[in-house]
Structures are given as structure tokens and as C-alpha cells.
């Protein structure tokens, strides 16, 4: 059984980056930034975007953080949205979800320029990456491609089974596992809650890509023996033993799933590193394709 371990590939994919950074500079050009906006004082939002910032910084890019209050409204944030659509200095930005209740998210996603969705959720985005085309593929399915390629997991005429549909993990996933080419060619069956017999469908893929967000969902005698295991799911446990009040967990049971496993994700460790290591690396390609039409 091999750990998938996205924190040290994650650090090695940031590694590249940050030398890319400096022949940038010694070059004398202008280096990627990466604007964040976050709208309210939600506590994993600001972990998220905390972290992403952070990032930023130890690879040597610029970045901004917004912050709006709680009380925003849409029309405020799409204002926000045209400015950093129109400021030259900024490549890239994104909007952490989730939005509050008085605002669209959809229209938020829609209003952000294509070429600065380094999210890759703008349709625009999305409709290239499903017809093979260049584009922002989305961060955590783009990671999740990442780490397979790096650790060599076959995937060709494989049995994928993606669970959960959502737009920024499940539904990207399944289409690029369906892809021509490496990592793709997958046989893809996208599972979510309306599915029947979901737990004889997994007990036939060759490779499980697990985000549903409910801990321990995946059970060892639901997978076969020598499956590839991807767990995306995070879920904070409430837990007063913790410093924080709670512990994180993923999808998958892991320490039972393991012992079947070929190769597996822990969580933490696994595909979270991966998503803000390839946000960084949408950034620098905005970055560069900003430059080649100026
Ligand atoms: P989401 O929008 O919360 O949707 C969950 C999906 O799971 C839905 O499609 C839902 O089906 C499906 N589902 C729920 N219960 C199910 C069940 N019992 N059997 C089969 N499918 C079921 O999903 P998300 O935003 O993709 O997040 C999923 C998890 O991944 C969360 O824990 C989230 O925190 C985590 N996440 C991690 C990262 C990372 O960087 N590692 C990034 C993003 C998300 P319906 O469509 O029928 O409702």
C-alpha cells in the first residue's frame, strides 16, 4: 500500500513554483497576484483563505486579501468583482465560497473575468475543460490529476466511481477521469445521493474518489482489494479533547480501507494540500497568459 501524500508533493509542486518566481524577477519581470476576496467571518473560510494567502507568500507572489462584512450585498460584491476584473496589476482572484445568504453565488462565479478565474467555475472554464481544451481547471479535481500523475497510479481502463456531483469537486472529476490521455480514460460512474445500489457500485471500482463530506462513510468491506482510494471529504468533528474544539476527518475509514488499499489519501494530508498547490499553479499560468497578450 502506498500514501498518496499530498503535503509532500503539494511542497515540491510549491518548490517549483517559487523557482519559476525567482527567474521571473532575476528576469526583471512582474511576478503573479493573487487576489482573495472573503465576504462574513465564517471560521473554515477564513482558515482557507488564511492559508491561501500564505502560500502566496512563501512562493514569492504578490497577494491581496478583501474582506467585506457579513452584511455585503450583491450588488457591493459585483462592484468589487468589476474592479479587480479591470485592475491590471492583479492576474488572478478568487471568491471563497461559501457566499451569504443574500447573494447569488452564480451570478458572483459568472461575473468573474475567464481569464482571472484561476478557480476555474466560471462556465466559460468549465465548458473548455470538458472539451479537452486549455484552460483554469478547478483547484482540489486539478490536485487530485496532480498527485496521480506524480505517483504514476494507473488509470487507463480502469473503473472510476466519483461520489458526490457537487460542481467544484465531484462533477469535474468525473469528466476528467473520462478523458483521452493520462490521467483519464478511466470508465467514470458518477454516484451521489439518489443513487441505487451505491455500495455495490463501489464495491466494483477499481479507483474511488470519495466527496461527499460524511466521516467514515467509506467502509473497508465496501471497496475491493487493491483499490486506489481518494478521499476529498473534510469534516470537522466536534471534539473537546482538541485545542481547536474539534479534529478533521475525511470520507473514508481510513486506518480499515488502508489495509485493502493499493494506494490511498490520508486526511489531513492528502488531497487539501494539493488544492491550494495547483491554486498557485492557475495563478502563475494566469500570470503568464496575462503577459503573452500585453
Ligand atoms: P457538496 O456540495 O457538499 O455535495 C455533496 C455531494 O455528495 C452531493 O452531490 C450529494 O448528492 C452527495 N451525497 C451526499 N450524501 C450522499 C450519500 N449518502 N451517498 C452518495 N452521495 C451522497 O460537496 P463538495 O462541496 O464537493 O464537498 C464534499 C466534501 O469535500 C466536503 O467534506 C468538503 O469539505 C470537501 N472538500 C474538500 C476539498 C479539499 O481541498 N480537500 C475541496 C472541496 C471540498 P446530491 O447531489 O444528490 O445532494
Known amino acids: 500500500m502506498t500514501v498518496l501524500d499530498g503535503?509532500?508533493?503539494?511542497?515540491?509542486?510549491?518548490?517549483?513554483?517559487?523557482?519559476?518566481?525567482?527567474?521571473?524577477?532575476?528576469?526583471?519581470?512582474?511576478?503573479?497576484?493573487?487576489?482573495?476576496?472573503?465576504?462574513?467571518n465564517d471560521g473554515a473560510s477564513l482558515t482557507y483563505v488564511g492559508s491561501k494567502v500564505r502560500s502566496c507568500k512563501r512562493v514569492g507572489f504578490e497577494s491581496t486579501l478583501i474582506q467585506m462584512p457579513n452584511t455585503t450585498s450583491e450588488l457591493e460584491l459585483l462592484k468589487k468583482i468589476e474592479e479587480l476584473n479591470e485592475n491590471d496589476d492583479i492576474?488572478?482572484?478568487?471568491?471563497?465560497?461559501?457566499?451569504?445568504?443574500?447573494?447569488?453565488?452564480?451570478?458572483?462565479?459568472?461575473?468573474?473575468?475567464?481569464?482571472?478565474?484561476?478557480?476555474g467555475f466560471h462556465p466559460t472554464n468549465f465548458g473548455k475543460m470538458a472539451l479537452d481544451m486549455s484552460t483554469f481547471i478547478p483547484a482540489t479535481p486539478f490536485g487530485i490529476l496532480e498527485l496521480i500523475e506524480r505517483y504514476g497510479v494507473e488509470t487507463q481502463g480502469k473503473h472510476t466511481v466519483v461520489i458526490g456531483r457537487s460542481h467544484i469537486v465531484g462533477r469535474p472529476m468525473s469528466i476528467l477521469m473520462g478523458r483521452k490521455g493520462f490521467p483519464g480514460n478511466s470508465t467514470v460512474t458518477l454516484t451521489h445521493s439518489r443513487t441505487k445500489n451505491i455500495t455495490q457500485i463501489i464495491s466494483q471500482a477499481d479507483i474511488v474518489i470519495s466527496a461527499l463530506g460524511k466521516p467514515k462513510f467509506l467502509k473497508a468491506e465496501m471497496v475491493k482489494d487493491d483499490a486506489v482510494i481518494i478521499d476529498v471529504g473534510i469534516t470537522r468533528v466536534p471534539d473537546e479533547t482538541k485545542e481547536k474544539g474539534y479534529y478533521i476527518t475525511g470520507d473514508v475509514d481510513y486506518e480499515n480501507v488502508k489495509k485493502k488499499a493499493s494506494y490511498i489519501t490520508p486526511v489531513p494530508g492528502g488531497v487539501g494540500p494539493m488544492t491550494i498547490a495547483m491554486l498557485l499553479k492557475n495563478t502563475l499560468l494566469a500570470r503568464e497568459r496575462h503577459r503573452s497578450r500585453s
Do not use: Y
Open 91 to 119: 492576474d488572478g482572484f478568487i471568491v471563497q465560497l461559501p457566499l451569504p445568504k443574500q447573494i447569488d453565488t452564480q451570478k458572483v462565479l459568472m461575473a468573474v473575468h475567464p481569464d482571472k478565474d484561476v478557480d
Open 7 to 40: 503535503k509532500k508533493v503539494s511542497n515540491d509542486i510549491k518548490a517549483e513554483i517559487a523557482a519559476e518566481v525567482e527567474k521571473m524577477k532575476a528576469n526583471g519581470e512582474k511576478v503573479p497576484h493573487l487576489a482573495a476576496v472573503l465576504v462574513g
